[in-house]
């Protein structure tokens, strides 16, 4: 059966603010959790439509058992968005499998995920923003400490060029490591709480950062969006 929607009003307000429980009966933790960063995310005037469309979805059509909808969105939306990021060929036969029925077990999904991980949240890091504050920081310091104006600024470059990519390498194998593990017991399990506690509003921010440069923020926002409800029906 159908989930129990509120009012378009009082949803769309819970969106807005996004709000820690869904005003809504029967929707998942993991979906509220997508919704609200999809929402977040997506440019007016589309935002509106989008939260419409959602609100009718959930008002008129059952959410599928377990997580058959992520591995719909993840096959079909999700990882064709990441191709020119990263390899997603294992991952995505694996969502696939799983949502004809048959999920893989823990091992196999951490093998396929954990190098797919790495690649997106490599491709995710701000380095733009990080080599600027690494390069201010050393040239200030530089500077307090007797060098010239021109070396100082060479100077930050090389800190933050160096500390850039040893950061960016940290962070992308820092979440690989734990989001792997975290995502192959949920889809082993089937587990939609397990699968809620790994963040995956977090999860989409990562692949939008990562495919900025191909698609633009805000299209690859709407065609995650858009999947997003065409899975929840699939």
């Given at each position: ?13 819970a969106l807005r603010t996004r709000a820690a429980e ?213």
């Open positions: 059966m159908a989930t129990t929607t509120a009012a378009p009003a009082a949803f769309l307000a869904p005003p809504v009966a029967g929707v998942p933790a993991w979906l509220w959790r997508l919704v609200t960063a999809v929402h977040g995310e997506l440019p007016p005037p589309a935002v509106d439509a989008w939260a419409a469309r959602l609100h009718a979805l959930l008002g008129t059509a059952p959410l599928p058992a377990g997580l058959r909808s992520v591995h719909v969105w993840q096959a079909e939306t999700v990882l064709p968005l990441l191709a020119g990021t990263a390899d997603t060929a294992a991952a995505a036969a694996l969502h696939r499998a799983a949502a004809r029925g048959t999920p893989a077990g823990r091992d196999t999904w951490r093998s396929a995920l954990g190098p797919l991980l790495l690649r997106l949240y490599d491709a995710a890091y701000d380095r733009a923003g990080a080599y600027a504050e690494g390069h201010a920081g050393a040239r200030d310091y530089a500077l307090a400490n007797g060098y010239s104006a021109a070396e100082a600024d060479a100077y930050g470059h090389e800190y933050a060029r160096l500390s850039t990519e040893a950061n960016a390498r940290a962070c992308a194998e820092a979440h690989a490591q734990a989001l792997g593990g975290a995502l192959a017991a949920a889809y082993a399990a089937d587990d939609p709480l397990a699968y809620a506690a790994t963040f995956p509003e977090a999860q989409l921010r990562a692949a939008l950062r990562a495919t900025a440069a191909a698609a633009g923020e805000a299209d690859g926002c709407r065609l995650l969006a858009d999947g997003l409800l065409r899975a929840l029906t699939a």
